[in-house]
């Protein structure tokens, strides 16, 4: 821990303390505690940031493992960063009420922020028993990710497991998904927003960078759409290679029972409709990959009904309720999305669905398949070249 007590109740800050002074500190102060009041030991050498720990055979729940020396200086530069701002801090500060003890607590205004720091794994039923913690005092959880989580595969696209996806934010209906990051080496936060998951633990967004000494808070959480990442392009890439792509013995479970499906269904892949597989925000929201629920709308439910016949919103939920994820899983994203609505919307600019009320729609044309590979790929060009002029990804919306 970086914050212990001293014999006179004093909060000390042991790396922020010049070598002379913890030198002294070390000989002539004892130091306890904060939570279980047992005596504390210095660690100070030069591979390490100065600071507290419990003797061998504390019985205090925080004792914890050791974060390492990335983690602890990168807490300690945030802690210092929201100081200079001004802002209302705790360095480790202990909630009897949930007993947790968030990294740094902000107070904002009327607003409370517990700010964690995470650099390695969590499994996820801790992550969740936190969040679920300070929700229950109102508090507001904000995580940033070590730097060296950041895993990039291209300029705009980085992977993500399937316990990371669990980290992405989303404040307000206007607030893009996004997921934070901060490296201590490079004194750097790295925003990832705008976030579109593949359903191939990747995703596509855009990656800001602040420095550490030219930034606020105010400047990761600003709502601000950038106009230089232009999702669409990138999509056609992975049109392509969804098109192109031979089935790897590899492959999941899931993915060989849905081409088994699609044989069953006297068709390929690779020679799907050119609305089957397209980007949508909630995506975070779905268990199978967007060409497997997005196929099983369209050929199970819209291409044997006959045209102008409704169908509500609900039959399609009903269809794809195994495909859901439980909005629970995402407690930081405060507006969740309807992956379903957000793809009928595509639909509807497409002129293949109408929206007659909230909740129903109608078919307006025929559901035609591609004869081959080449005529496939050149109707989700032009398909990816509609949606780029006549449904702007910023502009899909669940809420509408």
Not at 201 to 215: I, V
Not at 359 to 367: C, D, F, S, V
Not at 383 to 392: A, F, G, M, N
Request: glycine share 4%.
């Amino acid at each position: 821990m970086l914050q212990a007590n001293d014999q006179h109740g004093n909060s000390v800050v042991l790396a922020l303390k010049s070598k002379a002074d913890i030198r002294k500190m070390r000989s002539e102060c004892s130091f306890f505690c904060p939570v279980c009041n047992e005596t504390l030991t210095v660690k100070a050498g030069s591979q390490v940031v100065p600071h507290f720990s419990h003797k061998s055979g504390s019985k205090c729940v925080h004792t914890g493992k050791g974060e390492g020396a990335y983690h602890e200086k990168g807490k300690l530069d945030i802690f210092q960063w929201l100081a200079g701002q001004e802002i209302h801090i705790e360095l480790e500060a202990y909630l009897p009420e949930i007993k947790r003890r968030p990294d740094i607590l902000a107070k904002i205004g009327s607003k409370t922020i517990a700010v964690e720091y995470q650099c390695a794994a969590m499994p996820a039923d801790e992550f969740y028993r936190r969040n679920a913690a300070y929700q229950e005092l109102s508090i507001i959880p904000f995580w940033i990710l070590g730097g060296n989580r950041l895993n990039r595969a291209g300029r705009n696209k980085v992977k993500i497991t399937a316990n990371e996806k669990f980290f992405i934010h989303k404040f307000t209906p206007d607030f893009p998904l996004t997921m934070f990051f901060y490296c201590p080496n490079t004194q750097q936060f790295s925003l990832f927003k705008d976030i579109q998951l593949t359903g191939k633990r990747s995703a596509y967004g855009h990656l800001n960078y602040f420095s550490l000494n030219n930034s606020s808070l105010s400047d990761l959480l600003k709502v601000k759409k950038s106009a230089s990442f232009n999702l669409y392009q990138f999509w056609k890439k992975e049109k392509y290679q969804f098109r192109t792509k031979i089935l790897s013995r590899r492959a999941s479970a899931s993915e060989k029972a849905w081409q088994d499906w699609l044989y069953e269904k006297r068709t390929h892949h690779s020679l799907l409709p050119g609305f089957i597989h397209l980007p949508v925000p909630g995506q975070y929201r779905m268990k199978t990959p967007p060409w497997i629920w997005q196929s099983k709308l369209c050929l199970e439910l819209l291409a044997p009904i006959d045209e102008q016949q409704p169908i509500s919103l609900q039959r399609c939920y009903h269809l794809l309720e195994q495909d859901f994820l439980p909005p629970s899983l995402f407690p930081l994203i405060l507006v969740k999305s309807d992956p379903v609505r957000e793809y009928l919307h595509l639909l509807a600019s497409l002129h293949i669905v109408k929206f007659i009320s909230n909740q129903e729609i109608i078919k307006l044309r025929p559901i035609s398949f591609p004869k081959n590979v080449e005529l496939a790929l050149r109707a989700d060009n032009q398909i990816i070249k509609i949606l780029q002029t006549r449904y702007p990804i910023a502009s899909i919306s669940s809420h509408e």
